[in-house]
């Protein structure tokens, strides 16, 4: 499977912006997928992950109840709705991909990834 994200932009804190995460193949609604991100300077960390059939969420704390994510499968589409930026938001994020056909996400490993969208959060 192929991903390509988009909708990175400049946003000011407190704003919002959604991300996508657009996957090629016939199989990828029996993925699980995941959006990280990557500050500079910093370790690549996690942000979200949904299973396959869009039943099962799990956040990290740090933007637990602000972003959301959910997925479309009819489109091969996944979505980071992302509310309440930070500053600290301010990253590269990936989506990634795994086969999966469970709603058990937590600790995934993903085997395939796409290619960053810059999201920056001015003060």
């Known amino acids: 499977v192929q991903l390509q994200a988009c909708g990175g932009g400049l946003v000011q804190a407190g704003g919002s912006l959604r991300l996508s995460c657009a996957a090629s193949g016939r199989t990828f609604s029996s993925y699980a997928v995941g959006w990280f991100r990557q500050a500079p300077g910093k370790e690549r960390e996690f942000v979200a992950a949904?299973?396959?059939?869009?039943?099962?969420?799990y956040y990290a704390d740090s933007v637990r109840g602000r972003f959301t994510i959910s997925r479309d499968n009819a489109k091969n589409t996944v979505y980071l709705q992302m509310n309440r930026l930070k500053p600290e938001d301010t990253a590269v994020y990936y989506c990634a991909a795994t086969p999966n056909y469970s709603d058990y996400i937590v600790g995934l490993i993903f085997d395939y990834w796409g290619q960053g969208t810059l999201v920056t959060v001015s003060s």
């Open positions: 949904i299973s396959w059939s869009g039943g099962s969420t």
